[in-house]
């Protein structure tokens, strides 16, 4: 009998990461109002932003009552902060645990498939917890072929600028599902890429490739851009881009695989 395979889109996404720092449910709740209230007029599609109520037991949902567990965006301002702290880490099902921080995820809503995103965060915790990475993502739908408007390089590259912007991030990087089948070797910093950004203190470690474009933000920060346009695997010129920025971040790369070996992992 032939199983049939889950089939996936050729998502996108834009992954950014910072080092652990202090941060309250409010602080984070703030931070991710600040960068939906960017991202939402980069496109026409991103609006209907949608939260789904952790409170509440998941066993009870049902296609008749979906609704009651969907808080919109604009009701969701007045409880941001506790929405964190109901979406914050559980850990062997005894409730949220502050030390380990706190996740969100929002996605849009009452819109074809094809033009949905989800964004996500994970923030907070104990400083000296080196667990999950601290992080906010922003992705296609993962089964759903994307439209091509929402995957163009002027909008994605200003969902990156809004992500850098609104959560003072150490790196961030887009790609897409197609170039994560070409991650072959193990670069434990970041591999292949179509845009990749890298705050003041890591532009200063790396040697800037003169064959891409190159933007020099104002607070010193800088976006290697491997292509103008959506990248596609199938053009030689886009991947030439994505290899000249991963050799350019050989040292961090290399930095980040000690680190790792020394922590044992």
Request: proline share 6%.
């Amino acid at each position: 009998m032939k199983v049939n395979q889950p089939t996936f889109a050729n998502r996108f996404s834009i992954v950014s990461q910072w080092k652990p720092r202090e941060e309250t449910p409010e602080e984070l709740g703030l931070r991710t109002l600040s960068c939906l209230d960017l991202i939402s007029p980069i496109h026409s599609a991103f609006r209907g932003w949608t939260f789904l109520d952790v409170s509440r037991d998941a066993m009870e949902m049902s296609e008749e009552n979906i609704q009651e567990f969907l808080c919109p965006l604009e009701k969701a301002r007045k409880r941001m902060t506790q929405i964190v702290v109901d979406w914050g880490v559980t850990i062997d099902d005894e409730g949220p645990e502050p030390g380990y921080g706190y996740n969100v995820s929002v996605s849009t809503t009452d819109i074809p498939d094809s033009q949905r995103v989800t964004f996500g965060a994970h923030g907070g915790g104990l400083v000296s917890w080196t667990g999950a990475p601290r992080e906010a993502s922003f992705h296609t739908d993962d089964s759903h072929e994307a439209d091509p408007t929402i995957i163009s390089y002027p909008v994605f590259r200003s969902v990156l600028l809004a992500i850098v912007s609104c959560w003072d991030v150490d790196y961030a990087q887009a790609f897409s599902r197609e170039l994560v089948q070409r991650w072959t070797d193990p670069h434990p910093f970041c591999d292949l890429s179509w845009m990749v950004y890298l705050s003041a203190p890591l532009a200063q470690r790396i040697t800037v490739p003169a064959d891409v474009i190159v933007e020099r933000l104002a607070d010193g920060g800088l976006i290697m851009i491997a292509a103008e346009e959506t990248f596609d695997v199938a053009n030689p010129k886009h991947l030439a881009g994505a290899r000249s920025i991963l050799n350019a971040l050989a040292p961090l790369n290399a930095e980040e695989a000690e680190r790792q070996a020394k922590r044992g992992w």
